[in-house]
């Protein structure tokens, strides 16, 4: 296997007009760097890093003091039965989110937590999961939010580590303390509610918005997957919100589909990085899982809005769309 020096991991970004897209035709290289932005209008960055790393390199970077790898899992008590060796826990609900306000975790509990890791300004990280990479991807998200370019995700998560045999490790690392330093957030990654009032309320037709849940969820047939207990008052969508369900992106190995297929999936749904995008799911963690594609993979203006319709869908004064007709809960 090539070995990845520092100059893989960046995209440089072409003179030649935005609406010229370059996609890769697959996943499977080491590392994909992300595919330039077809809107003239976008915002992503002139150097961009690479956001998926293969289980082959990160197999052979383990002990790499440049890298550090971070697990991600919505299960209690996975990280602590086993994991990728020298994988440090970060508990979604604790690193990255506020415990008490329902926000993400603030600029110095982040810089605390990150720090605590050993991740320094220029560590590469790499973060991975279960569930298909739902809290990696928010991960993701958080890292780009304050301000930390060099994260990555591993392409299948924890799951394809664990079928492929892969080493795993029960010792938790001691790293010495890292010099990351938390910018201010970046709001240009994140939605809020009423962002996307206006365009239930059609004030807005420059954003187009995605709705990643399933079927039944996006329709009001159902109010949360089964065994879920985050709810909203009322089922349905946000008006004007296209449904392209969070599993179309993935394979069934779990790995990420190639990226001329995930444009084309969007394409169909006219999200084709013309317009700004906004991505919601019920509380946020599926919706990082497309935020990534969008933004890391395909190289659209996203934002997440990660109160999402839990917040949506408890909040006077705004519009739903209800197809099967359970807005109160009664059919």
């Not at 590469?124 to 995700?153: M, P």
């Not at 329709?219 to 008052?233: C, M, N, V, W």
């Not at 659209?300 to 809960?329: C, F, M, Q, R």
Request: proline share 5%; hydrophobic share 40%; glycine share 8%.
């Amino acid at each position: 296997m090539s070995k990845l020096t520092s100059k893989s991991f960046t995209n440089s970004r072409p003179k030649t007009p935005r609406r010229f897209i370059w996609l890769t035709l697959s996943l499977v290289a080491v590392a994909l760097p992300t595919a330039a932005n077809a809107s003239s209008s976008s915002s992503v960055s002139k150097d961009r890093r690479a956001t998926i790393v293969e289980a082959t390199w990160l197999e052979a970077n383990l002990n790499n003091p440049k890298v550090r790898i971070i697990e991600v899992s919505t299960d209690p008590g996975v990280y602590e039965k086993s994991h990728i060796p020298n994988a440090i826990n970060f508990r979604w609900h604790t690193e990255f989110v506020d415990p008490v306000n329902r926000d993400i975790a603030s600029q110095s509990a982040f810089q605390a937590a990150v720090q605590a890791a050993g991740i320094n300004k220029d560590t590469q990280v790499v973060l991975y999961g279960d569930k298909n990479n739902w809290f990696a991807a928010w991960g993701v998200w958080i890292f780009r939010t304050y301000g930390h370019q060099n994260v990555s995700i591993l392409n299948g998560g924890r799951d394809k580590w664990v079928k492929d045999g892969r080493a795993l490790s029960p010792i938790v690392p001691s790293p010495s303390r890292g010099n990351f330093v938390a910018t201010t957030a970046n709001l240009k990654l994140r939605a809020f509610l009423g962002d996307v009032t206006k365009i239930a309320k059609k004030q807005d037709k420059s954003t187009k918005l995605v709705d990643i849940r399933s079927a039944d969820e996006f329709s009001g047939k159902i109010f949360a997957p089964a065994g879920f207990q985050e709810l909203a008052i009322r089922a349905g969508h946000i008006p004007g919100a296209q449904n392209v369900p969070w599993t179309t992106a993935v394979s069934p190995d779990g790995t990420f589909r190639p990226a001329a297929d995930l444009k084309a999936i969007y394409d169909a749904k006219g999200i084709n990085g013309k317009k700004k995008v906004i991505v919601y799911c019920r509380i946020g963690e599926r919706a990082a899982h497309t935020w990534f594609v969008l933004s890391e993979i395909l190289g659209y203006d996203v934002k997440l809005y990660d109160g999402s319709w839990t917040e949506y869908g408890n909040s006077v004064g705004v519009p739903i769309a209800n197809p099967t007709g359970t807005v109160w809960g009664k059919g």
